[in-house]
């Protein structure tokens, strides 16, 4: 397949949502990661998506929107937690799970009875949505497991050649995909930590919790409440192990493992003004806010430039923290080493 590349004057975005509505697929630039939308109400369209990107299919998908009276058709219910959040948050970095209607293909929802609903702030995001005229199911537009894209060269390296076209947008803002809240019950809980953290949610709702899954590795045969959350993420090639604590001790800690792994390219994702000898060294930013941002593209340059270990120093402990830690410790695979105390 041809994949076209489009910019985001109108001709080309009336195009692309042309080919939304028609049933094709088209990634797109939000404020989080890039998406892979399809039509969300096209069984056919959704199974593409799973496909284009190797996705399990127990694995539901966000449905997008461009206007808060779109959320209505798709949902049999707003509790008062959830209108609440809506107006706070959206259009915003943030995801709410709602009760399905009918109209809602078990395609899309992996079978649940929920639906996972996102307003995007991104223009270009919205001026697709509202051109197909239809909600787009839409996933980060990566194959499977690789970290999510945040810029249009991402999306070309992973996706080229197996969708229909890609918005050639702007680079993302916020780097990880949206907070994630599943307001169904009475209590709120935060599934994903993302764009609008748990402190601004509890302004909003107070009585909100946290699923214990988001910073620990899932025990065997437990079924997360976010099913996303079992598998394997944002996994470059290079080995990732992160290394956490205060900036000196951080420091010292790299450095023995640099001695000790003086065979291989190393890799350290730095947070700090720290330098280290025989590593390739990627400043990722001294707040998690600019940290978050850059991390996905930091991961994959680390793959482009060959290396085969990274260090990623985290010495940073603020209400983005969350966010960041729920990423990159998956991109370790949980291997975490735990420094001095901050
Ligand atoms: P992605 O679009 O790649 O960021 O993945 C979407 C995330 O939302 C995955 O972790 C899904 O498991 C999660 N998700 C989507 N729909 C639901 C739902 N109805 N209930 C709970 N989690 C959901
Ligand atoms: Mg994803």
């Known amino acids: 397949m041809q994949t076209k590349i489009f910019k985001t004057d109108d001709n080309s975005i009336a195009e692309a949502g042309r080919i939304l509505k028609d049933g094709g697929l088209v990634a797109f630039p939000t404020e989080t990661v890039y998406g892979l939308g399809g ?73 649940m009875d929920t639906v996972a609903i996102r307003f995007p702030e991104n223009e270009t995001a919205q001026r697709l949505i509202r051109a197909a005229g239809v909600p787009i199911a839409a996933p980060s537009a990566n194959i499977s497991g690789k970290p999510s894209p945040t810029r249009a060269s991402h999306v070309i390296d992973d996706l080229s050649g197996r969708i229909d076209a890609i918005i050639d947008g702007e680079n993302c803002m916020v780097g990880v995909e949206s907070t994630i809240v599943d307001a169904t019950g009475d209590v709120p809980v935060l599934l994903r930590p993302g764009g609008i953290t748990y402190d601004e949610i509890c302004e909003i709702v107070p009585e909100t919790v946290i699923d214990e899954h988001i910073l620990n590795s899932l025990p065997e045969g437990e079924k997360p409440l976010c099913p996303g959350m079992k598998y394997t993420h944002y996994s470059p090639e290079a080995d990732v192990y992160v290394v956490e604590g205060n900036v000196r001790a951080v420091r010292k800690k790299i450095n023995e493992l640099l001695e000790q792994n003086s065979d291989k390219h190393c ?53 983005y923290s969350m966010a960041v830690k729920n990423r990159i410790y998956k991109s370790a695979g949980h291997k975490v080493i735990k420094t001095l105390d901050l």
Do not use: Q, W
């Open 267 to 319: 890799g350290v994702l730095t947070m700090s003004r720290n330098t280290y000898n025989d590593a390739l060294i990627i400043y990722g930013g001294m707040t998690n806010k600019e940290y978050a941002k850059g991390l996905f593209a930091n991961l994959r340059e680390f793959d482009r430039l060959g290396v085969d270990v990274v260090f990623a120093e985290l010495c940073c402990d603020d209400e």
């Open 39 to 111: 039509n969300a109400l096209m069984p056919d369209s959704v199974k593409k998506i799973y496909k284009a990107k190797g996705r399990p299919s127990d694995n539901p998908l966000i449905v997008h929107i461009a206007d808060l009276e779109d959320i209505k058709p798709l949902v049999s219910e707003i509790n008062d937690n959830a209108k609440a959040l809506i107006d706070a948050f959206m259009p915003g970095p943030f995801t709410v799970i709602l009760r399905k209607s009918e109209l809602v293909p078990d395609t899309v929802t992996a079978e």
